[in-house]
C-alpha cells in the first residue's frame, strides 16, 4: 500500500528552526509537495521537489531523499504567523497525490 | 483577481437530504478537484476532472456526484447515500504545468444534524 507519514504535532519556540519530517513509501514517485494550512483555512502550496537536494526560498527551506523516501521543510526565524499544520503529499507513478494527515506546528513565545 | 470561489462556506443538512457545494474558478484552469477533509487524516479525493463534460471517481466517490458543463464550474452534490457527510470539503484546480500545484479554494463545512 501506498503510505505518508508524518508527526502528529510538533512545538517550536518563536525565532527558532524546526524541521518537519515526513517520510514516503508510494508506487512510483513524481515530486512531493508541501502544503501550509492555517486552521479552518485552505491550503497554500509552499514547495515542490522533484530532485535530490535542498531548495531554499527565504525563511523557507525544502529537502528530499528520494532514496531514503524522505522530505523536510526547513523554517527559519519562526513567527507566530508559522503556526499551522504541514501537508505532505507525494504524486505516484500515477501523477495521483497521495497526502499525509498532516503535522500541526504550535510556535510559542 | 484569479482563484477559486467555494460557497457556501458553513452548510447544515439534516439526514436524508442532497446538498450540492459550488465552485467556481477563474484561473483558466483545466482541471478540477474536490478533495475531503477529516480531523487526522491525509486530503481524500472525492472526484477529478481533466477537461470539461468529463470526470473521474477518486478514491471515496461512493454517494457523491459532480457535473463538468462549463470549464470554470465543478458543483458537488453529497447524496443522502453518503454515510457520513460531516467534513471539511475543498475545491481544487491545477493548471497544465510540470509541478501539477494545486490551487485550493477556502473550504465548504458541511455538518449533518
Known amino acids: 500500500g501506498q503510505n505518508i507519514d508524518q508527526p502528529t504535532e510538533m512545538t517550536a519556540t518563536e525565532g527558532a528552526i524546526v524541521q518537519i519530517n515526513c517520510t514516503y513509501q508510494?508506487?512510483?514517485?513524481?515530486?512531493l509537495f508541501w502544503y501550509q494550512q492555517h486552521a479552518g483555512e485552505a491550503p497554500t502550496f509552499l514547495s515542490y521537489?522533484?530532485l535530490d537536494g535542498l531548495e531554499e526560498k527565504g525563511r523557507f527551506s525544502s529537502f528530499l531523499s528520494r532514496s531514503k523516501g524522505y522530505s523536510y521543510p526547513l523554517l527559519k526565524e519562526l513567527q507566530m504567523k508559522d503556526s499551522a499544520s504541514y501537508l505532505c503529499a507525494v504524486k505516484d507513478s500515477n501523477y495521483q497525490l497521495i497526502w499525509g494527515a498532516g503535522t500541526k506546528l504550535i510556535i510559542k513565545p | 483577481d484569479g482563484g477559486i470561489t467555494q460557497s457556501p462556506k458553513y452548510l447544515f443538512r439534516k439526514e436524508g437530504q442532497n446538498v450540492t457545494l459550488s465552485c467556481e474558478q477563474n484561473?483558466?484552469?483545466?482541471?478540477m478537484y474536490w478533495y475531503r477533509q477529516d480531523p487526522g487524516q491525509g486530503l481524500r479525493l472525492i472526484y477529478y476532472s481533466q477537461i470539461v463534460n468529463d470526470f473521474q471517481k477518486g478514491d471515496i466517490a461512493e454517494g457523491y456526484s459532480v457535473s463538468r458543463e462549463k470549464k470554470e464550474s465543478f458543483p458537488l452534490t453529497v447524496t443522502s447515500a453518503q454515510k457520513n457527510p460531516t467534513a471539511f470539503y475543498l475545491c481544487?484546480?491545477?493548471?497544465?504545468?510540470?509541478?501539477?500545484?494545486?490551487?485550493f479554494g477556502e473550504g465548504s463545512r458541511l455538518t449533518v444534524l
Open positions: 508510494t508506487s512510483g514517485f513524481n515530486g
Open positions: 481544487a484546480s491545477s493548471p497544465p504545468a510540470h509541478t501539477g500545484e494545486l490551487f
Open positions: 521537489n522533484v
Open positions: 484561473l483558466n484552469h483545466d482541471a
